[in-house]
């Protein structure tokens, strides 16, 4: 039973995730100490049981290898086995299908990323504090949780450490109180959040405004490391222009407001999380020379955090889209035109082999360049297909009816097919389906 249900829930994760119930609210309280590097966790989840003929009489939550205390549903002390990053409950009063219970966790250890095909992802140690980074399955690395993209909770995180530090979540700041010699941040991220966009960083930081004049405008903050922070005017300087043309073509910010982390480290990529983004040390330049990936993790807010995939294979509805809008920011900030820059894709995707299936990449194709690539590519296609009006109306149509939600591949080829009025099943079957790499069709009117 319980491996049928994992393979329901995620293709690419079988080992992650259970269907058979839903988190509602993590209430997290957490206690971290840089110079041992230990983390002391509870955790109070508030969650529903699935709908279905029988009792919820035992489920699964994915938790790295931590020591762990008892375990309680609703209030009782409840039967637990915990192995190979899974954590097993048989509630002592099973929660009847569709109810709410809450289950109450407690976890210590030394906290290690999850291994990965990518290497090493989740909680990781840093030289003066720590990241987290859970794309996509590194979240049991530091909490007790249903790792699957379409559980996506609320969440109310306090964490304490040395006062020297600074701790930033994407939410809001609800509260910093001072102790002897610690202190204790406290997060609230209200909107619906899947595990593994719940970033986290340690650090000692600096918090700078990058403020918008415009009334009503989203709160951007950034958090750098001291030494960095005239490089990083420069290089995120332009985010607030970034962030008002995205909410003209993507449709309202869908969070309460918007962070920028700069780790005082290198790091392969940045990473999107929950009104959240993590760059690294190597991001900043001072010549604004990574601004596509600023453009790139903003968007990355309303394609794939707001709008959510419901399991892996459809990831290119996130990194197409948030490829699609580092071009865009070029093509409306003065640099090249979205069809100059597809075009160059389209020859750099040409001399590579044609052998990936956009829509199902496989696990261990699924962070390719060429799904980045192609995926903006099949974008740029659809625009040139459809027009530019039809197009940006379906773009922020999707942004509007499945914000706060998760989406497959197909959801999105019915939305396209709509707003065309007409069918484009061999349009969608050319980029999506088959692994040969089709023409890219004539510009649009503006790019
Ligand atoms: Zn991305």
């Given at each position: 039973m319980d491996s049928t249900q994992a393979v329901a829930t995620s293709p690419y994760f079988p080992d992650h995730g259970d269907l058979r119930y839903q988190v509602r609210h993590y209430e997290l309280?957490?206690?971290?100490?840089?110079?041992?590097?230990?983390?002391?966790?509870s955790a109070r989840i508030e969650a529903l049981a699935a709908q279905g003929p029988d009792r919820l009489r035992e489920f699964a939550l994915d938790l790295a290898d931590f020591r762990t205390g008892r375990v309680l549903v609703d209030g009782r002390a409840a039967h637990h086995t915990h192995r190979g990053g899974r954590l097993r409950i048989r509630p002592a009063e099973p929660p009847a299908a569709?109810?709410?219970?809450?289950?109450?966790v407690r976890w210590s250890g030394r906290p290690k990323p999850v291994r990965s095909p990518w290497?090493?992802?989740?909680?990781?140690?840093?030289?003066?504090?720590a990241l987290v980074a859970s794309q996509p399955v590194g979240a049991p690395s530091w909490f007790p949780c249903n790792d699957r993209p379409s559980d996506k909770a609320s969440y109310l995180i306090s964490l304490t450490v040395p006062s020297a530090y600074t701790v930033v979540l994407g939410g809001r700041l609800l509260a910093r109180t001072a102790h002897a010699s610690t202190t204790t941040w406290v997060y609230e991220q209200p909107a619906p959040t899947p595990t593994y966009l719940v970033g986290l960083s340690i650090g000692p930081y600096r918090a700078v405004r990058l403020d918008d004049p415009q009334p009503g405008a989203v709160p951007q903050l950034g958090y750098v490391p001291a030494r960095l922070l005239p490089y990083f005017e420069a290089d995120f300087g332009r985010q607030p222009r970034m962030m008002r043309l995205f909410q003209e073509l993507f449709g309202r910010y869908p969070f309460g407001e918007y962070t920028v982390v700069v780790a005082d480290e290198e790091l392969d990529v940045p990473v999107e999380a929950?009104?959240?983004?993590?760059f690294g040390a190597n991001h900043l330049d001072g010549q604004r020379g990574w601004e596509r990936l600023v453009a790139h993790e903003l968007a990355h807010q309303w394609f794939g955090n707001?709008?959510?995939?419901?399991?892996?294979?459809?990831i290119w509805l996130n990194?197409?889209?948030?490829?699609?809008?580092?071009?865009?920011?070029?093509?409306?900030s003065g640099g090249p035109a979205?069809?100059?820059?597809?075009?160059?894709?389209?020859?750099?995707?040409?001399?590579?082999?044609?052998?990936?299936?956009?829509?199902d990449p496989g696990r261990s194709r699924m962070f390719d360049d060429r799904v980045y690539e192609r995926g903006g590519l099949t974008v740029h296609a659809l625009r040139c297909t459809l027009g530019d009006r039809t197009f940006f109306g379906l773009l922020r149509d999707w942004t509007t009816v499945h914000?706060?939600?998760?989406?497959?591949?197909?959801?999105?080829t019915a939305a396209a097919t709509w707003h065309a009025g007409r069918p484009l099943d061999a349009f969608f079957t050319a980029w999506l389906t088959e692994p040969a790499l089709p023409p890219l069709p004539a510009g649009t009117e503006s790019g």
């Open positions: 309280t957490l206690d971290y100490r840089p110079e041992t590097d230990r983390l002391t966790g569709g109810a709410a219970f809450t289950v109450e290497g090493g992802i989740g909680w990781t140690e840093t030289t003066d504090g929950q009104g959240l983004s993590l707001s709008v959510t995939v419901a399991d892996w294979r459809h990194e197409g889209f948030a490829k699609y809008a580092e071009w865009l920011w070029s093509e409306r979205a069809h100059a820059l597809a075009a160059a894709a389209h020859r750099r995707l040409a001399a590579l082999p044609q052998d990936l299936r956009l829509a914000r706060h939600s998760t989406v497959t591949t197909a959801d999105f």
